[in-house]
T-cell receptor, first 115, second 110 residues
């Protein structure tokens, strides 16, 4: 079946511009997660949603970052006034529900380059 | 968050078994042990998880020490496609997010 889909797969933007990254989770998955991975680094947790609400926003690095989820499905991560340090691969994952017994299924990410 | 310790890198030969260790001496009774792996240029993928008993699935086996302070992911017969970064992660009951460490980079030689 279809996995987690992220778009665009690559995005190049100029410093100071806003960008939107989209995630389509697996159908029926109630939990959705955003991570980012800088070149050669580990995964950094950003935010997760249970349904349309975000119980944990603790990983968002600054107020330039925001995310929303509508209809319990698609999620958008928005970065305003991008900076060069925002360059990374942004990964989205979904799971059937939150909790230990629901593995996360990851997309292949959006590679963001800020010039 | 309870932490895990893994070797930075390991090497294996193709078609031989691989034992990837993970130490988690501060694990609590409600922490589950999860393993994910990340192939080059891909998002992580789930491998296996367990609580106390050893677990087997089509991808791997998970051996958990009796005191639960360590665990070992076992790939029974390594292939070139198993070259990846392997992450050992503790996750408690209803916890939402997963916290990834640096993992072990596994290289497989033909």
């Amino acid at each position: 079946g279809a996995g987690v889909s992220q778009s665009p797969s690559n995005k190049v933007t100029e410093k100071g511009k806003d960008v939107e990254l989209r995630c389509d989770p697996i159908s029926g998955h109630t939990a959705l997660y955003w991570y980012r991975q800088s070149l050669g680094q580990g995964l950094e947790f950003l935010i997760y949603f249970q349904g349309n609400s975000a119980p944990d926003k603790s990983g968002l690095p600054s107020d330039r970052f925001s995310a929303e989820r509508t209809g319990g499905s698609v999620s958008t991560l928005t970065i305003q006034r991008t900076q060069q340090e925002d360059s990374a691969v942004y990964l989205c994952a979904s799971s059937f529900r939150q909790g230990y017994n629901s593995p996360l299924h990851f997309g292949n990410g959006t590679r963001l380059t800020v010039t | 968050d309870a932490k895990t310790t893994q070797p930075n890198s390991m090497e294996s030969n193709e078609e031989e078994p691989v034992h990837l260790p993970c130490n988690h001496s501060t694990i609590s009774g409600t922490d589950y042990i999860h393993w994910y792996r990340q192939l080059p240029s891909q998002g992580p993928e789930y491998v296996i998880h367990g609580l106390t008993s050893n677990v087997n699935n089509r991808m791997a086996s998970l051996a958990i020490a009796e005191d639960r302070k360590s665990s070992t992911l076992i790939l029974h017969r390594a292939t070139l496609r198993d070259a990846a970064v392997y992450y050992c992660i503790l996750r408690w009951g209803s916890q939402g997010n997963l916290i990834f460490g640096k993992g072990t980079k596994l290289s497989v030689k033909p």
